[in-house]
Structures are given as C-alpha cells and as structure tokens.
C-alpha cells in the first residue's frame, strides 16, 4: 500500500488488472443503460415537445452568442498581437461519457470512457456544459479517473468574475463545501459571485465557471475570511462532459533573445522578469 | 457437515457454486450505483460465509485476489481491500468452528466486528498514511451494520443447494 501512495510503482499492475475488470463493469452497466433507455424511449409526446421548444430558444440565443464571440475573439487576439502579450492557447475538447463513481470512502471520483489511447493526458481538466468538473487523475488505455473539485485539498486556481481578485479554491472532502483559502478580510468578495478558472496554473483554461460563493465568515481577529462555494457543475445530472486537450505550451510564442546578439547591449531582460517592451519609435 | 440449525447433515458442497456465487458477489459490487457509503459489500458478505463454511475451497489467496479487484475498482490504494479481506478471511477461517455452532441472529451479531474492520479499514489506513481522520467515511459503520443484517439471507440463500434432501419424494416434493 505504502509502495503505491508514495512511488507510484503499481500502475501498470493496476492497469492490467483494469483490462481484465472493464468488461465485467461495462457489463454491470448494461441493466442500467437498459432501464435509462427504455424510460427515454417512453417520453411523451409534450414533454419532447416542450424540450423541444426550450432547445430551440436556447440555441437561438447561443448562436447570436458564438457570433459575437467569434468577432470579440478574433479582435482580443489581434489587440493581444498588437500589446505582444502572449496569445490565447487554442485547445481542442473531447467529449467523454462518465461510466461510474466507484464507491469509495476517502475519495470523489469519477471514471470516464477516454483514455490515453484518445489523446488525454494527466492532469486535462473535465468540464461539462455549466462549469469545470475535475481533473483526469489517472490513465488507463481506454478509461481514465478523474477527481472531481470536492476532492480533499483539490486546489484549482480561480479568479473572482466581478473584480478579477485571485483566489485558489479548495475541495474539503465529501460532503463539505469548497474553501476559498488564503484570502485576507478585508477582501472584496460578495455571496454569490462566480468564480472562474484564472489560467495562471497552465491545467485549466483562464475563464470557465468553477464555483459560486455561498457564505462568507469574517474573523477579523486572525485576519483571515472563511469563503465556502458551491461547485457550479452537478456531477450526477448528466451522463456527458467534456475533457479539454490543453496544453499552454502548445503554440506559447517562443522566448525572445535576440535583443542582446544584434548589440551586445547587456540583457534588459534578465530571466524570470516580465517581458517588457519599448514604446513608440525608435 | 452438520447444519447446526436444522440438525441434518448437509449435502457435499458443489466447487462450481461457491465460484458462481462469489462471481455473482463481484459483479453485484461492480453496479453502478454510486458512491454511497451504506452500499452493502457483497463480496466480503460471500468471502466470509465460504471462509466459515468451506474455507478449504475459499481460501486466504482468493480474498486477497479479489480485494485486489476491487481495489482496482475502487481506485483506492492498490492492497488495501486486498490485505483487509485477506486478513478478515484468515479471522474468519479460525473463528469457523466456534461461529457455526451458533444460531444465525448471533453469527450476525458476531460477524458485525469482521465487517465493521473492512468498512473502517480504508479510514485507518487513511489516516496512517496523511494523518487526517476522515469523518465522512464512517457512514461505513452503516454498511457493516447491513451487511450483518444480510447475514441469515446470506446463509439462506447460500446453503439451500445443500439443504435439498437426498431423496426427493416426487409424489410428495415438500
């Protein structure tokens, strides 16, 4: 046990295990595939209707959405060009199936039904259509787990929607709600706003919901503010999420050091400082 | 063997029974019914009663396999069901001779440790490892507690292939 926590040194033992253990699973799931199936297939008639209609609304409104973001996207990467910020990684998504939750007391976990062998990597976040689930844990060929964000000190890095305030988020186990840690008292948050992920940790990509603020205790005496949320996305309503291929070093601008060979100038930019730039003519 | 219950001397066990009956043991535990922590283990439920009764076909090599399954199933820590099952088999196989000479309510009732260990065990082991105790899991206590109440089933279900009668009245079957 002692060799698994700490080295990591059974995994492919666990691996082949898996192999031989999926189809067992895959067929346990069938009863309640089955039963799932039959009782879509039995839907009447006015309640497809009135889905129906929601849907039609909702995609209407999502269209004019992903117009406009299409035109925002195209100017922000041009202004970002134009500042020689770093641009915006481009990720590609995978759609997954959660198979099942293992039942396990420790942990909160689910597994999915892509694995190494459909490009997910460790680490690649898991979101769904409201907000980041988790986190892929550990691979298997053909599946993998993922940790979802109530996970025991399962940090994800975040930033409050309203005022940009940074933040890490914290799972507290089952059953508890998320922590929002190391923030002082005097900091401008509010219940119920939105945080998203910030982008800084190069896991998750800047900008997608993680969690709502649902009480704030403030003790001024230590300085210090407990901030519980509430996960944006529910785990168990859906069956489908989506695992986002990220990567930040994929196409990230190669560092620039040509400054100094074109002179001799010693370095205006050592290692470790921002990059900076000089303004107007020169 | 002496059913104790019953006072007849059961039918010889049938290998191929015990295996389909822990085969069907594994797949119960692999439904996908969530991660709730009162969900009985049905499994360990299957390995104790073939430790107490036959444990010259179910043996401490066959708890530790499946522990390891279900390990793997889990996701938890490779060997932690694997070594709580072996060892609840190895207590189950010396306690074998006091427990089946007793009634069925008080087998439960001295099952109910044996099971309470493998529901706790993942909180120990929890616990030696990060040095947090984890409330939350204690609602395994739950599970061993219905476990214990499987027990009389258990024992119903799985003995009733030995307790058909040998010679079988056709005019009269009951």
Known sequence: MLIDFRFKALDPIRNNVNWILRPLEYVMMAPRNIFEATSEYFTTRSSLDQENQVMKARQAELSLLANQSEFLMVENQNLRELMALQKQVTFKTLPVEILFNPPNPISQRIVINRGSNDGLKLGNPIANDSGILGQVVRLYERSAEVSLLEDRDFAVPVQVARNGLRAAVFGAGRGNPLELRYLPVASDLEVGDILLTSGIDGVYPPGFAVAVISKIERNADKNSSNVFCVPVAAVNRYRQALAFLYDPQFDAKAPVIDNKSATGAPLTNTPGRRQTRSRGMQ | ?174
């Open chain 2, 1 to 174: 063997m002496i059913d104790i219950q019953s006072g007849y001397i059961l039918r010889p066990v049938n290998p191929v029974f015990i295996y389909f009956s822990l085969l069907c043991a594994l797949l119960l535990n692999l439904l996908p019914i969530g991660n709730y922590g009162w969900v009985p283990d049905w499994l360990i439920i299957c390995i104790v009663f073939w430790n107490i009764h036959q444990h010259r076909y179910v043996s401490i090599i066959w708890a530790f396999i499946l522990g390891f399954l279900m390990d793997v199933h889990n996701s938890d820590i490779l060997g932690l069901h694997a070594f709580s099952y072996s060892f609840v088999a190895y207590l189950a196989i010396s306690w074998h001779r006091r427990i089946v000479a007793l009634s069925v309510l008080s087998q439960a009732l001295h099952l109910l440790p044996i099971f309470l260990l493998v529901s706790l065990f993942p909180v120990l082991v929890h616990l030696l490892l990060t040095g947090e105790f984890y409330w939350w899991a204690l609602t395994g206590a739950i599970q061993a507690l219905i476990e214990a109440m499987l027990w009389p089933l258990a024992t119903r279900i799985l003995l009733s292939p030995q307790r058909r009668s040998i010679d079988v009245d056709h005019n009269r079957p009951l």
